[in-house]
């Protein structure tokens, strides 16, 4: 099946490594231009040193609609300090250097309005694994599956406790590298705790044939991630890293050592979730 | 991109794509809530049992059909033509808004939701949100751009007076577009209890359709009224267009009238030129915007860019995509009024005919003035020569604008806005 086909530079090899270390692996999304372009890169090269297996670079968006207020925030800092598509790209390429497979979650029109098989291009060049796509589902994905195939990137779409079977079905087989399982009804943002719905949705997406799924939405602590990381192949966290960055003093360094820290932390949580 | 092509005249075309445009680009988890959205409109809008039950709520409590009026002393600016507003002012709550909102909130009772939500830019969706809401016994929580909480502060408490609860966006550029946003994000965490009223023909099927459906009562009522009153169509239709729904409401009944022009008024602020305007379909890019393919004002890495109008109603970066499409085909032209031209039109149409029209209207009234206008100069016989305007809504909201704009109060007079 090629859709599910993993590719060198992917997230599949990741996250078969950590399988084979009998854990799940860590995802950790930070978005370019928070609070600058090289403090965004610095941040994911902290993460990455600190036990972050793969990240997720946000491309900051006019109108993130399936995002929370902090993201929200970091986001548009971002774009106020002039963050453009091209620093992504130079991100990526930065972050990539790592080792770690490094993806772009971005809402659509920006691809579009690069063009999408120009932009597929442009992140195959500098190193990037693929996209995360929010707000695109595979019915609209034509153009942006044809140029990801094209390309050997990885096709993260998203499933939700609200798909149903013949959707996880279509998802499944549209995406590459791994689904993403937004583990509520909700936008992004840390919460108490993760779905309930979140191990259900992981077992009706692997049935309906994905290899890999990785949960999102609401994980912010070590135990979150060791419970999430008992039933899924990776552990997806955004808002509780940023707000780690989001700090009224602006001190650089004590915020990329709080980052470091909780990175630490839930990298050991899905250790000891790992008993799968 | 196809699934209206087995349509054989314009007004069929249903959706989900209007050509190129429309479709649904919204995160998975709201597909659910649109496919069972979707289904709950194909089925209610051929029941005679829903649609006999809006039709009475059309007539007693929105006071439809709303007239059409003649306005010869106005028209006597426009080269002399003749010129029919379609009264859509004269609803209940003020505005066309109260065709698409009745509708909705039958389809919420009819699913079993009990809340409904709603986006607002200048109010009056808001309000016409809450009434329905207060009439139904429903929850209602509208959002609405901290700065359009400002300008229209009045439709703020009207909308709390009927119960709603209001909340300020102060995310973004805090106006219309981010209300959608917010709305969309109550939407997805809610969406077991909760219904989203949107507001415009703009957003991801089945809105546009929807809302279409909803509002094309306003050209069908205005095409038989003005064969029963003059025996002809007109030369063409024209209305503002903010996300388009007056506009869609208006042109469809005409879209297969091929000799009958439709033309849409964009808020052109201060400007196309300028940068300050909202003049989408003018002045905009092909993409996507609220769940939509549409044009979309945006620079050059797909932000979508700010809009400007002083009329809250079409201040908005998008537009609904079945008039991208009648755009692409040239079935429809779209034209830029700026704040000053539509001012003039405000002003006129109070001062000849006694009519104070929202200022979102007077954009169309302006158009009117200038494609009359032009008309005349081209060799028109004005006699013969027959406009119909949507006046989509009533300018009670726009006093305060309008008293700041035309420096209309004593310096000591006291305005609470
Ligand atoms: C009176 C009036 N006309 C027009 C509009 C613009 O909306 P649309 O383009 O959907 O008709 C509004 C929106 O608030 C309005 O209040």
């Known amino acids: 099946m090629t859709a599910s086909r993993p590719t060198l530079r992917g997230t599949a090899g990741a996250l078969e490594a950590a399988r084979s270390e009998g854990r799940a692996a860590l995802i950790v999304y930070l978005p370019v ?49 002039g963050t453009r598509i091209r620093d992504v790209l130079r991100a990526v390429r930065e972050v990539a250097a790592t080792g770690a497979p490094t993806l772009v979650m971005t809402y659509y029109n920006p ?8 932009f597929a291009a442009a992140l195959a060049e500098a190193g990037g694994a693929g996209l995360i796509t929010p707000d695109l589902i595979p019915d609209e994905a034509g153009e942006w599956i ?34 993403y399982a937004a583990s ?52 997806i966290v955004g808002s509780a890293l940023v707000r780690t960055l989001i700090r009224p003093d602006s001190d650089r360094a004590a915020a990329l050592t709080d980052l470091g820290e909780l990175v630490r932390d839930l990298a050991a949580g899905v250790r000891a979730g790992g008993a799968r | 991109m196809s699934g209206s092509q087995a349509a054989r005249t314009l007004r069929e075309v249903v959706g989900p794509y209007f050509g190129d445009f429309g479709g649904r680009f919204v ?15 194909e089925k209610a809008k051929g029941d005679p049992e829903f649609t006999d039950r809006l039709a009475v709520l059309h007539r007693d409590y929105t006071g439809r059909p709303s007239p059409i009026t003649e306005v010869p002393q106005f028209a006597a600016h426009a080269g002399g033509v003749r010129i029919f507003l379609k009264r859509e002012d004269l609803n209940h709550t003020g505005s066309h808004k109260i065709n698409n909102v009745l509708g909705q909130a039958l389809l919420t009772q009819l699913v079993g939701k009990t809340r409904v939500i709603a986006e607002t830019g200048a109010g009056q969706h808001g309000v016409a949100t809450a009434t329905a809401a207060a009439l139904f016994g429903l929850d209602c929580t509208i959002y609405m751009g901290e700065e359009d909480t400002r300008r229209q502060a009045l439709n703020v408490a009207r909308m709390r007076l009927l119960g709603a609860e209001v909340v300020p966006v102060r995310t973004g550029s805090r106006t219309l577009k981010d209300a959608i946003n917010e709305a969309f994000r109550d939407w997805v965490a809610n969406v077991e209890t909760t219904n989203y009223i949107f507001g415009t023909v703009a957003g991801p099927h089945p809105f546009p359709s929807m809302v279409r459906d909803l509002q094309k009562i306003i050209g069908e009522e205005a095409r038989s009224q003005l064969l029963q009153r003059i025996d002809r169509l007109p030369d063409a239709a024209v209305a503002c267009v903010g996300g388009g729904s007056n506009a869609m409401g208006l ?40 769940g939509a393919r549409t044009m979309v004002l945006q620079d050059e890495d797909g932000q979508t860019v700010e809009s400007h109008s002083i009329s809250a109603g079409l201040d908005y970066p998008g537009v609904g995509p079945e008039h991208s499409w009648l755009a692409s085909i040239g079935r429809a032209e779209y034209v830029p009024v700026t704040d000053a031209e539509a001012m003039s039109a405000f002003e006129l149409l109070c001062r000849t005919e006694g009519i104070i029209p929202a200022i979102e209207s007077a954009h169309a009234l302006a158009g009117a003035l200038r494609l009359g206008t032009g008309l005349v100069a081209g060799g028109a016989d004005p006699a013969e020569t027959v406009l119909l305007v949507c006046l989509s809504g009533r300018g009670d909201k726009d006093v305060a604008t309008a008293a700041a704009w035309f420096d209309l109060l004593d310096p000591d007079a006291e305005v609470s806005e």
């Open chain 1, 111 to 118: 691809v579009l309005r690069y063009g999408v098989d120009a």
């Open chain 2, 251 to 290: 042109f469809h009944a005409f879209l297969d009238d091929t000799d009958v022009r439709l033309v849409g008024c964009e808020a052109a602020g201060d400007g196309v030129a300028s940068g300050r305007h909202a003049a989408t379909i003018t002045a905009g890019d092909p993409g996507v915007l609220h």
């Open chain 2, 27 to 41: 995160p998975e988890a709201l597909i659910a809530a649109l496919d069972d959205l979707t289904a709950a409109w």
């Open chain 1, 146 to 179: 044809a140029a990801a195939d094209a390309h050997g990137l990885d096709k993260v779409f998203l499933v939700a406790p609200s798909s149903t079977t013949e959707r996880l079905h279509l998802t499944a087989a549209a995406s590459r590298g791994f689904v």
């Open chain 1, 184 to 235: 509520t009804m909700g936008v992004t943002g840390t919460r108490a705790t993760v779905g309930e719905k979140a191990q259900q949705l992981v077992q009706d997406t692997r049935a309906a044939g994905a290899q890999r799924v990785c949960v999102g939405l609401g994980v912010s602590t070590a135990d979150q991630a060791a419970e999430v990381a008992g039933y899924a192949d990776g552990v």
């Open chain 1, 33 to 81: 231009g928070y609070p600058d372009v090289d403090g965004s890169i610095e941040a994911a090269r902290t993460a990455v040193a600190a036990g972050a297996d793969i990240v997720e670079l946000g491309l900051p968006y006019s109108d993130p609609g399936m995002d929370g207020v902090v993201i929200q925030q970091a986001v548009q800092a971002a774009l106020d300090g």
